[in-house]
């Protein structure tokens, strides 16, 4: 076989991947929000390896420093014990990913299988599913979030834990959606007359065939679960002091904000930027991933 005969061959099977990666290059919108995740993540990975000691408020602090306005050895200023801002906001950067990351992880791991379970087999378990989500629905995320953390104490681990208890319900609900359409399909029936088991199905199947919608939403749902851990740990429900966490940094700066602008202002555009790029992100991985929403 001549390499256009194997062209040919591999056309069919990589053309979705072809017309994804066409829509992809033409979105420049897209593209630019990708490059900002790719920066972020660098700098998630490099900075700390590279300002181990800023990690440490008794290594990092000077009093005789404190809250010294923006300057070339102090690009971002400094706080008040004397820290410098912005090699704080570049190592809260991993903070916020790692944690939105794990978050999103964790209620992808509870509602991708609720809702194809339900979706799959119906009836009397898929009523009970779906109400029981319905009851997490009924409540704003951010709220419910606020009341897990404050129950199991001010961490960051509980932060993450109370925003995937709050979150898995909008998987299971997109999900379940999903396989209600898949069931009907003739690979799924073909899989049934042969003998499948419903856990091979499931998982063989009907879950694979959900990652495109998954991934839009857990894409677009990393923005928010990073402002809502900003928001826990600037209410003291997340990050505790002094790790280089966004929201408590805002938090903190809130005392010294008349006389000291640059300390809340640069963590807060870390997360307004963070948020963007991966909102933007999930946006055009719609209209990637979704023949539905292609523009022609």
């Known amino acids: 076989m ?4 194997l062209i040919k061959s591999l056309k069919p099977k990589y053309k979705e991947f072809k017309v994804s ?3 992809l290059k033409k979105n420049r919108l897209t593209k630019m929000a ?5 920066l972020l993540v660098l700098i998630a990975i490099i900075v ?3 300002l181990p000691s800023a990690q440490h408020i008794d290594q990092d602090a000077n009093p005789q420093q ?3 306005q923006p300057s070339l050895r102090h690009p971002f200023g400094t706080d ?6 912005f090699k704080r906001v570049l190592l809260g950067t991993r903070i916020s990913l790692q944690t939105a990351l794990i978050a999103v992880g964790m209620a992808l791991l509870i509602g991708v299988p609720l809702g194809a379970v339900a979706g799959y087999f119906g009836g009397f378990l898929d009523e009970i599913i779906m109400r029981f989500t319905d009851i997490f629905l009924g409540f704003p995320p951010l709220l419910l979030a606020i009341a897990i953390a404050s129950f199991l104490g001010p961490n960051l681990r509980n932060a993450m834990l109370a925003i995937a208890i709050s979150w898995w319900p909008w998987y299971t ?4 959606g999903q396989a209600v359409s898949l069931k009907e399909r003739q690979f799924i029936k073909a899989s049934k007359a042969i003998g499948s088991p419903p856990r091979k199905i499931i998982f063989k199947h009907i879950i694979p065939n959900c990652v495109a919608p998954v991934i839009v939403q857990a894409s677009m749902d990393i923005g928010g679960v990073i402002l809502t851990i900003a928001a826990l740990s600037f209410l003291g429900l997340g990050a505790q002091a002094p ?3 966004w929201g408590l940094m805002v938090s903190t700066s809130r005392n010294y904000f008349l006389n000291a602008w640059w300390y809340s202002v640069f963590p807060g555009l870390a997360i307004f930027f963070t948020v963007l790029v991966f909102n933007l992100l999930g946006d055009g991985l719609r209209e990637i991933l979704d023949p539905k929403t292609r523009k022609n």
């Open 21 to 23: 990666l066409f829509l």
């Open 34 to 38: 990708l490059y900002g995740v790719v």
């Open 80 to 85: 008040e014990l004397g820290r410098d801002v």
């Open 2 to 5: 001549n390499q256009s005969q």
């Open 48 to 50: 700390p390896i590279l």
């Open 173 to 176: 609900r997109i999900v379940r």
């Open 66 to 68: 404190k809250l010294l």
């Open 243 to 245: 790790a280089p966490e």
